[in-house]
């Protein structure tokens, strides 16, 4: 425990909180690359992920990729880009973004197949368009699966955002390598400390955005959220006034 | 290309390395996580608690887990030990889910039948509710494998060997061959961890089809088994 109370006296040694690379520097960092990353992923990921989703055509491909993707080492992505592009940012946002991508699609495409198939028929059968129907009947109603699939999403970035101080100056990752190279134990912990807090608040932040994506009159169960089934199954739940039913 | 056919024997040795970290890691996830999904099945109150830690476990950032665990291991960071215990914990954070939904899923009237039958509550769970269980917790054994061979990697990078000491080191060599061999053996190592695991589903449970994506992958196995 003494090495625990070492690292986090490195974080509030007032020395680190000051000048070139203070904690401030690198957490701001560490959140600008994450958050640019998220953005370029999800421009890709999301509406391939709702396109699959809706039409059901190019299921098998997404995922194919989907999981293949997770099977790929993201240290040998890392490095492979950085040898390619040289060491700098390029080489860690270009694999990061592939890195995010699965999860996103996932959610993406499990989302909108979660909804009820009879509510699209209906929403169709009023007359609503395909874009109508997206926009307002699957968006919504699978809105708390598609944010799931951003909130892996965003834990997987920073993990490897933190990775990829390694190729880049940059991030929270760089106290890990510098304790390291300097044999400073103290720097490694207490930079690591500050990743695993910024992971649980980024993650809890999300639970709660999670929770407000339910919309109103639809009340997804817990184990509804969290699981991902292989056939399309309801997520529509019951009306909220019915109460808690098990 | 000369690179690779020289250095045959130090992917092969280090696939060997590689594979002494990963597959202790993912049995002994598998081991721990089973009794802990069954916990979170049996009493709704400790269902909650249990799968939020395994959330936030899974939460962290695995580099940061493992500069961190030495706090509590008093392992050295670049010890060996260290990455197989953080690792185990990374699988626990994914089995146990699924073990509890697989426990959740045997159905309440074969439990029922089964006690009325006369067994008692161990027998039950090893005569009835495990082999019933057992092929969703393969499916999530097999996220596992897959994880865990490409999570121990990141070792490299704080200087546990691994294959991901082909990545580290064809990064300051500049041998781009070096990198992609490392990338090609994980995944190839991966592959092949996960279709043992069907063949022994098969064997362990020759009840259970094969579902239509394992069936793809292992065509020619499943027929072998069929036939034997």
Same mark, same amino acid.
């Given at each position: 425990?003494?090495?625990?109370?070492?690292?986090?006296?490195?974080?509030?040694?007032?020395?680190?909180?000051?000048?070139?690379?203070?904690?401030?520097?690198?957490?701001?960092?560490?959140?600008?690359?994450?958050?640019?990353?998220?953005?370029?992923?999800?421009?890709?990921?999301?509406?391939?992920?709702?396109?699959?989703?809706?039409?059901?055509?190019?299921?098998?491909?997404?995922?194919?990729?989907?999981?293949?993707?997770?099977?790929?080492?993201?240290?040998?992505?890392?490095?492979?880009?950085?040898?390619?592009?040289?060491?700098?940012?390029?080489?860690?946002?270009?694999?990061?973004?592939?890195?995010?991508?699965?999860?996103?699609?996932?959610?993406?495409?499990?989302?909108?197949?979660?909804?009820?198939?009879?509510?699209?028929?209906?929403?169709?059968?009023?007359?609503?368009?395909?874009?109508?129907?997206?926009?307002?009947?699957?968006?919504?109603?699978?809105?708390?699966?598609?944010?799931?699939?951003?909130?892996?999403?965003?834990?997987?970035?920073?993990?490897?955002?933190?990775?990829?101080?390694?190729?880049?100056?940059?991030?929270?990752?760089?106290?890990?390598?510098?304790?390291?190279?300097?044999?400073?134990?103290?720097?490694?912990?207490?930079?690591?400390?500050?990743?695993?807090?910024?992971?649980?608040?980024?993650?809890?932040?999300?639970?709660?955005?999670?929770?407000?994506?339910?919309?109103?009159?639809?009340?997804?169960?817990?184990?509804?959220?969290?699981?991902?089934?292989?056939?399309?199954?309801?997520?529509?739940?019951?009306?909220?006034?019915?109460?808690?039913?098990? | 290309?000369?690179?690779?056919?020289?250095?045959?024997?130090?992917?092969?040795?280090?696939?060997?390395?590689?594979?002494?970290?990963?597959?202790?890691?993912?049995?002994?996830?598998?081991?721990?996580?089973?009794?802990?999904?069954?916990?979170?099945?049996?009493?709704?109150?400790?269902?909650?608690?249990?799968?939020? *830690?395994? !959330? /936030?476990?899974?939460? @962290?950032? &695995?580099?940061?887990? +493992?500069?961190?665990?030495?706090?509590?291991? =008093?392992?050295?960071?670049?010890?060996?030990?260290?990455?197989?215990?953080?690792?185990?914990?990374?699988?626990?954070?994914?089995?146990?889910?699924?073990?509890?939904?697989?426990?959740?899923?045997?159905?309440?009237?074969?439990?029922?039948?089964?006690?009325?039958?006369?067994?008692?509550?161990?027998?039950?769970?090893?005569?009835?509710?495990?082999?019933?269980?057992?092929?969703?917790? *393969?499916? !999530? /054994?097999?996220?596992? @494998?897959? &994880?865990?061979?490409? +999570?121990?990697?990141?070792?490299?990078?704080? =200087?546990?060997?691994?294959?991901?000491?082909?990545?580290?080191?064809?990064?300051?060599?500049?041998?781009?061959?070096?990198?992609?061999?490392?990338?090609?053996?994980?995944?190839?190592?991966?592959?092949?961890?996960?279709?043992?695991?069907?063949?022994?589903?098969?064997?362990?449970?020759?009840?259970?089809?094969?579902?239509?994506?394992?069936?793809?992958?292992?065509?020619?196995?499943?027929?072998?088994?069929?036939?034997?």
């Amino acid at each position: 425990m003494n090495l625990l109370l070492e690292g986090v006296g490195w974080i509030l040694d007032p020395a680190n909180w000051t000048g070139v690379g203070s904690i401030p520097t690198r957490i701001g960092q560490h959140l600008l690359i994450s958050l640019t990353v998220l953005v370029i992923a999800s421009m890709i990921a999301l509406p391939t992920g709702v396109f699959v989703g809706h039409t059901g055509r190019g299921r098998e491909l997404a995922i194919t990729v989907s999981g293949g993707l997770r099977a790929l080492p993201t240290l040998g992505l890392l490095t492979l880009f950085a040898l390619w592009l040289g060491i700098g940012l390029q080489a860690p946002v270009i694999a990061l973004v592939i890195l995010a991508l699965p999860p996103l699609l996932a959610g993406a495409y499990a989302g909108l197949e979660s909804v009820d198939r009879r509510t699209v028929d209906a929403a169709r059968a009023m007359g609503m368009r395909e874009g109508q129907i997206v926009g307002k009947v699957e968006l919504p109603l699978s809105l708390p699966i598609v944010v799931g699939g951003i909130r892996s999403a965003t834990l997987q970035i920073i993990a490897t955002a933190t990775l990829a101080a390694y190729v880049a100056d940059f991030g929270l990752g760089r106290f890990i390598f510098q304790g390291l190279k300097t044999r400073d134990y103290p720097e490694m912990l207490g930079g690591s400390i500050l990743v695993i807090l910024l992971a649980l608040v980024v993650d809890g932040l999300f639970a709660i955005i999670q929770r407000l994506a339910v919309p109103a009159g639809v009340r997804a169960t817990r184990s509804e959220l969290r699981s991902r089934p292989a056939r399309p199954r309801t997520a529509v739940g019951q009306p909220i006034h019915e109460g808690n039913q098990q | 290309m000369n690179w690779l056919w020289s250095n045959l024997d130090l992917i092969g040795e280090l696939t060997l390395v590689h594979l002494a970290l990963s597959v202790p890691a993912i049995i002994l996830s598998f081991v721990i996580s089973v009794p802990i999904g069954w916990l979170a099945h049996r009493y709704r109150w400790s269902r909650g608690v249990l799968l939020s *830690l395994c !959330g /936030l476990l899974y939460a @962290i950032p &695995s580099l940061a887990l +493992l500069v961190a665990l030495p706090v509590f291991t =008093g392992q050295r960071a670049t010890s060996p030990v260290n990455l197989v215990v953080a690792l185990t914990l990374y699988g626990i954070a994914v089995i146990v889910r699924t073990a509890a939904d697989a426990f959740d899923a045997v159905e309440p009237d074969l439990r029922q039948s089964a006690t009325a039958m006369g067994y008692s509550a161990v027998g039950r769970f090893w005569g009835v509710e495990l082999p019933l269980a057992g092929p969703v917790l *393969l499916s !999530g /054994l097999r996220v596992v @494998i897959v &994880s865990t061979v490409s +999570l121990a990697t990141i070792g490299a990078v704080i =200087g546990v060997q691994s294959l991901g000491s082909l990545f580290t080191d064809g990064l300051q060599r500049g041998i781009e061959i070096e990198i992609i061999s490392g990338i090609v053996a994980t995944i190839v190592l991966a592959i092949g961890l996960d279709w043992l695991a069907v063949l022994l589903g098969r064997l362990v449970m020759p009840w259970s089809r094969p579902d239509a994506s394992a069936r793809r992958n292992s065509m020619a196995t499943v027929e072998r088994v069929d036939a034997a």
